[in-house]
């Protein structure tokens, strides 16, 4: 199994492109299910969960060739399920669901897997797709669902949830008549999603709002796209460079998508530059507090990481996460290495302390992973990360980019 090494005490300089984005791709991979024509996507990331999502279309029945660009086409779709070996690493595979479902008139789809953060129930999921009309049951471990034709109906989502305000929007784009759906997740990933769908000929308004609306459609065209950046790629490498008192430009990064993050980094003395592109200086850092919440507050796929920077800042610092109960896995991994954090419910207190130390460490989910990388790149000493392969679910050659900008840092085959 691969773990990577990490000499740490270097202070990253240079330039960095960030690759598309993840959250990104998958949706749109998924939305190709809804039309008979050739769809084209450049700017993929390839990582691990874009290769499950391409080998799903696939056991659906789709043409699936090339690499950047991948072209799509589904003019035949010969099956309805996504099946539990593909499924089960991956919880955005979920995606297909709405797309089958109006496309084919049925769909069976194993339930999710993917990182074990906490509880994140497709119920609202299946609370739209009834409301569009489909009949939805759930036996031995599959979703299954039948509609001859869903209908519009207006839907009101009790939290935003990206892939539920995904799967929902797909379907009724299909949908006979108008649908609303009421607090909709307003994350960059949802608004690219609907936009290429209206250039496919949906039409939808009102995304990046909380409130979208969708008339159906009888038909769909293909598209030809490219995958935005990586917010959250973009977001790591900033704070590596505030972290290892650096100086980095990440290139093809969207600013207006990291505000809650760039106000937080300038609170803890980062010099930023918006660019674009991007750019970061680090300074001595200073500890603030930071709570995670739905888009466009601050990110839970960047607690992990801006709680390493908390760790070695000058001062306390309280981390509040509000979207996952169990995101603090990697709070463990960080005492092992020196970290002063303290539990309290959905709070995690930071004491600041002098230097981390290089320690063997094992990552638990994606996000965590990436924590881990950079608490090595600061720590003295040798850190050895293991269970990397969370880490090539979200990051593309992270080792190779971090190399580029003078990171002391590999991958070893065990």
Known sequence: MDKIVIQGGTSLKGTVRASGSKNAALPLLAACLLTDQPCQLDNLPRLKDVETMVKLLAKLGVKVGGDRPLDIQSERVSSYE?????????RASILVLGPLLARQGRARVSLPGGCAIGARPIDLHLKGLRALGASVSLEHGYVETKARRLRGATIYLDQPTVTGTENIMMAASLAEGETLIQNAAQEPEVEELA???????????????????????????????????????????????????????????????????????????????????????????????????????????????????????????????????????????????????ELEGTSAIVKGVAHLSGAPVMATDLRASASLVLAGLVARGVTEVSRVYHLDRGYEEIEEKMVSLGAKIKRVVD
Do not use: W
Request: proline letters at 4%.
């Open 195 to 341: 936009q290429t769908l209206n250039f496919m000929g949906a039409k939808i308004t009102g995304a990046g709002s909380d409130t979208l609306c969708i008339e159906g459609v009888s038909a769909l065209n293909g598209f030809r796209h490219q995958v935005s950046a990586d917010r959250i790629e973009t977001g790591t490498f900033l704070v590596a460079g505030m972290l290892t008192g650096g100086d980095i430009t990440v290139e093809n990064g969207r600013p207006e998508h990291q505000l809650a993050l760039i106000e937080k980094l300038r609170e803890t003395g980062a010099k930023i530059d918006i660019g674009p592109p991007l750019r970061i200086k680090g300074t001595r850092i200073s500890s603030t507090d930071v709570t995670t919440a739905p888009y466009p507050s601050f990110p839970t796929d960047m607690q992990a990481q801006f709680m390493v920077l908390l760790a070695v800042a000058e001062g306390v610092g309280i981390v509040t996460e509000t979207v996952f109960e169990n995101r603090f896995m990697h709070v463990a991994e960080l005492r092992r290495m020196g970290a002063d954090i």
């Open 82 to 90: 996504a099946p539990y070996e593909l499924v089960k690493t991956m």
